[in-house]
Each structure stands twice: as structure tokens, then as C-alpha cells.
């Protein structure tokens, strides 16, 4: 089945830095890629959609310069945490989209990336 | 009204036991039906997908989904320790998703 990755699985950083989370899908070209964010033991909320090479989408309440995506390829999205501060710790999802009857229109999500701020 | 309506339990049953996870939605536009399943620390990892109404069953799963009721479901046959996770389910229509807020199962052996 359709595989994406998402790296790094577990990234500590200092208050003030940047962290950057990659998002790759393996075996189709996704149109489409969804970054959540998820607090324990809750559900997943979604931040933003991001379209291959077009702006991201972001929900109500998510700022965008907080958190910075990128999707310059079909294959590739990325998300950065800029001047990240202890309460933007959580564990960070992304998700890719395939369209069409190969992929059955379905997303496929990544491992999870969990993020602590010192 | 939530688009998506699930129970988050938590479910504890007996090794063995015959697990029923079910969610509600209430638009009728909904086509794909699926079932995820999330360990601890982990990202959903996709268990079962259905097209419109019907049945599908994958060894010891089986995915129902009544569109007339607006109601789909998941069994669990002989349910096993590793199935404790969380399980979501989510249904969309074209690329609008919508998640249940899942819910927590304990199989105890």
C-alpha cells in the first residue's frame, strides 16, 4: 500500500529555535498533504492543507508564520515550527492524499513527529 | 451537529471477545468510509477503506456501512491484546475529510 514518511520521529528543541518536520510520500504522487496536530489523548485537529505548489490552507486559529509549510513537489511537504516556545510541544502528523481509483482516495499519515520544547 | 459522532469508550473486553466500534455522520455526500487504528505515540495507520454501502472483511475485520442510517461500523473478531489502540473512524467526500474523535480499546488477556 501507499506509504508516507515523515521524519524526524522525535526532535528536543531550545525555546526560541526553528524545527523543521518532512513529510514524504513513497509510492504515489499526492496531490494533497494535511498537517495535524495532536494533544494526548485527543483527537487529531487539523492546521493546514497544502497544495503542490500553491500556498497552504491553515485553519481558523493557526497562525502562518508560526507554522511555515511548504509543498514544492508531489512528493515533498514540509512543515517548520519557527521560534518554537514549550507550548508548541505535541506530537505533529502529516497526511498525504491520493486521488483516483488506484489510490481509492484515501489519506495515508506519516508516523508522527513528537516534538518537545525545552 | 459534528459531521462525525464516536463514542471514545474507552472499551475494555476479554481476549477473545468480539469488538463493535460504530460512528454516526450526518452528511449523506460522505463516499469513502474508513477505519484507522493509532497506537500510542504513533500516527493512524489505515485498517480498512469502503466505496458507498456494504460490507468488506479483511481476516479478523469486517467494515459495515449503512448509508440509509448513516451509520458505519467495525468488528473485531477474537479480539487480541495487540488490538488495544485507539480507533478512529473518517469518511470523506472528494478531498474534504472529516474524523471521529476516536476510541480507546483494551483487549485484556
Known amino acids: 500500500g501507499a506509504v508516507v514518511s515523515q521524519h524526524p520521529s522525535w526532535v528536543i528543541c531550545k525555546s526560541g529555535t526553528s524545527v523543521k518536520i518532512e513529510c514524504r510520500s513513497l509510492?504515489?504522487?499526492?496531490?494533497?498533504m494535511f498537517w495535524y496536530r495532536q494533544f494526548p489523548k485527543q483527537s487529531l485537529m487539523l492546521m493546514a492543507t497544502?497544495?503542490?505548489?500553491?500556498?497552504?490552507?491553515?485553519e481558523q486559529g493557526v497562525e502562518k508564520d508560526k507554522f511555515l509549510i511548504n509543498h514544492a513537489s508531489l512528493t515533498l511537504s514540509t512543515l517548520t515550527v519557527t521560534s518554537a516556545h514549550p507550548e508548541d510541544s505535541s506530537f505533529y502528523i502529516c497526511?498525504?492524499?491520493?486521488?483516483?481509483?488506484?489510490?481509492?482516495?484515501?489519506?495515508?499519515f506519516g508516523a508522527g513527529t513528537r516534538l518537545s520544547v525545552l | 451537529q459534528k459531521e462525525v459522532e464516536q463514542d471514545p469508550g474507552p472499551l475494555s473486553v476479554p481476549e477473545g471477545a468480539i469488538v463493535s466500534l460504530n460512528c454516526t455522520y450526518s452528511?449523506?455526500?460522505?463516499?469513502?468510509f474508513m477505519w484507522y487504528r493509532q497506537y500510542s505515540r504513533k500516527g493512524p495507520e489505515l485498517l480498512m477503506y469502503?466505496?458507498?454501502?456494504g460490507n468488506k472483511e479483511d481476516g479478523r475485520f469486517t467494515a459495515q456501512v449503512d448509508k440509509s442510517s448513516k451509520y458505519i461500523s467495525l468488528f473485531i473478531r477474537d479480539s487480541q491484546p495487540s488490538d488495544s489502540a485507539t480507533y478512529l473512524c473518517?469518511?470523506?467526500?472528494?478531498?474534504?475529510?472529516?474524523f471521529g474523535t476516536g476510541t480507546s480499546l483494551t483487549v485484556i488477556p
Open positions: 469502503t466505496y458507498s454501502s
Open positions: 452528511n449523506s455526500a460522505f463516499q469513502y
Open positions: 509510492d504515489f504522487q499526492a496531490t494533497t
Open positions: 497526511s498525504a492524499f491520493f486521488r483516483g481509483a488506484l489510490a481509492k482516495n484515501i489519506q495515508y
Open positions: 497544502s497544495n503542490e505548489g500553491s500556498k497552504a490552507t491553515y
Open positions: 473518517a469518511m470523506s467526500s472528494g478531498n474534504q475529510f472529516y
